[in-house]
């Protein structure tokens, strides 16, 4: 069993969509803010990859994951990283984040960032586990939560 990710391409939004629906929503009235997903709609999602790109991740022909990329300034921003509840604690996210880390040199960044609830302290463990510190704490924006900015540096400034 071996996690393959690729770029998405823009036809892919309605699975991106779906992805992301069904690992998020676990979340719903679980957490002190509602995840901003579980709102999107798949012209959201096509909306984001025109702004940036996404990656599809699969475990042996089936869909996994999908995470979304944009690039803001020197760091290429990593969101909406979903892992179906069926694929989760096999690697998917590690992969994807690892793809993203090798691409983002390409597109002239020398970090991922990312953000991570409070509310979630698993998904702030497993990013430290990957090498990304917190770089900044601040409140959510939406409501009473905190948002972690995690950062790893992937390439030396160009």
């Known amino acids: 069993m071996s996690v393959q990710v690729r770029l998405a391409r823009s036809d892919d939004a309605d ?15 679980a957490l002190p803010v509602e ?60 992969a994807m984040m690892g793809y993203l880390e090798q691409l983002a040199p390409s597109l002239g960044c020398a970090a991922v960032r990312i953000g991570v609830r409070e509310s979630l302290p698993s998904n702030v463990a497993l990013y430290q586990t990957l090498g990304y510190e917190v770089v900044k704490i601040e409140p959510h924006p939406r409501g009473p939560d905190r948002s972690f900015t995690m950062r790893k540096l992937v390439a030396a400034h160009a």
């Open 35 to 94: 995840p901003g997903a579980l709102t999107e709609t798949v012209a959201d999602v096509a909306a984001a990859l025109r702004q940036g790109g996404a990656v599809l991740a699969t475990i042996d022909g089936e869909h996994a994951g999908a995470a979304r990329f944009v690039r803001e300034d020197e760091d290429l921003y990593v969101g909406r990283v979903a892992v179906l509840p069926s694929h989760r604690r096999q690697g998917v996210a590690s």
């Open 15 to 29: 699975l991106i969509h779906r992805i992301t629906q069904a690992a998020f929503a676990e979340y719903r009235g």
